[in-house]
């Protein structure tokens, strides 16, 4: 019996976020379906979903459903929107219908817009969630003492008691969540934190000290440019000091199975070989803003390109110098 009284968890993408939300929340007694594509569907229908965190290993075993188009939901359901910003829009369009409650648990702040455009009763997420996925029904979930931090509000502000009800279901399932009524004012915050994702992707982590210092640079630029687009455009952002008050000591990386951190989304992105990787969401939403509002964008623009062209040919995470970077950017 559903410990939330009858509200089910259809979870749009399960991936590294998707899976240890869904896989969480399944385990905590929630109603939980999961909407997954090729080996990892097949994986996870066949075998269950292997969710290992660092003080125990689960297997999750829920309906896994590998058609948008297929799936039924009620009124009283929530959608947590989980795929990458790049295959947001074939997923929204796929979906039988829109009269539904929508959560983007994401990066970046472009998949509320889509999400509303279409009709979606859409809510925003700010997600700090260290997870891994590279094995086809696999997923370490590397947070420690909790699993995550999901806080969540109405977009484009405002709570309402669907997303108290829903942050409930979080707290009770491994997660820090509460429900925020300027949500999209952390999603801003968070988005300056996901800048150096394409460019840990391209350098990697196994770098000298000289090869740090041009990271430390790049990053530090690319935010600099993000801050001064928020500032021309008029973009209230939630403050570092904020930022570290909130997440505290609630949310940190932690070994699985002895397995180290490997690498963040886009790094996951390019060690898969997925063909795509979300930067045209992260640095391209910097590169949008300079565009409209006069704000020069060097870093970002070139990020967000060389990233790109990295998935495009197959390239491997790791595979571009520092030096290369900031060569093309001066």
């Given at each position: 019996m559903p410990l939330n009284g009858g509200m089910r968890f259809v979870v749009l993408g399960a991936?590294?976020?998707?899976?240890?939300v869904g896989g969480r929340l399944a385990d905590a007694g929630y109603d939980v379906v999961l909407l997954a594509r090729g080996a990892h569907a097949e994986a996870m229908a066949r075998d269950g979903l292997r969710l290992a965190m660092p003080d125990r290993v689960v297997t999750v075993r829920v309906p896994v459903v590998t058609d948008p188009s297929a799936l039924r939901y009620d009124d009283g359901d929530a959608l947590l929107l989980t795929t990458k910003t790049q295959d947001t829009s074939a997923v929204l369009d796929a979906l039988p219908r829109r009269d539904a409650a929508i959560f983007c648990m994401q990066n970046g702040v472009a998949n509320e817009r889509l999400a509303a455009r279409r009709g979606f009763e859409t809510y925003g997420v700010v997600v700090m969630l260290p997870a891994v996925f590279l094995e086809p029904g696999h997923v370490d979930a590397q947070g420690s003492p909790y699993s995550g931090l999901l806080d969540?509000?109405?977009?484009?502000?405002?709570?309402?008691?669907?997303a108290t009800d829903v942050a409930t279901a979080l707290s009770a399932s491994g997660f820090v969540s509460a429900p925020e009524p300027r949500v999209m004012r952390w999603k801003y915050a968070k988005l300056l934190r996901n800048l150096g994702n394409s460019l840990e992707a391209m350098t990697g982590h196994d770098l000298?000290?000289?090869?740090?210092d041009v990271v430390r640079e790049l990053d530090a630029r690319a935010r600099a440019e993000a801050e001064e687009c928020y500032r021309a455009a008029g973009i209230d952002w939630a403050s570092d000091d904020e930022w570290a008050a909130r997440r505290g000591m609630q949310v940190q990386w932690a070994p699985v199975e002895g397995?180290?951190?490997?690498?963040?989304?886009?790094?996951?992105?390019l060690a898969r070989a997925t063909g795509g990787v979300e930067a045209d969401y992260l640095n391209g939403e910097i590169v949008l803003l300079g565009a409209q509002y006069g704000v020069a964008t060097p870093v970002n623009r070139v990020l967000q390109r060389e990233v790109a062209a990295l998935a495009r040919r197959g390239g491997s995470p790791g595979s571009v110098r520092p030096s290369d970077l900031l060569a093309v950017v001066t």
């Open positions: 991936g590294a976020v998707g899976a240890t969540l509000g109405r977009w484009p502000h405002g709570v309402d008691d669907r000298d000290e000289s090869a740090l397995r180290d951190r490997r690498g963040g989304s886009t790094w996951q992105s």
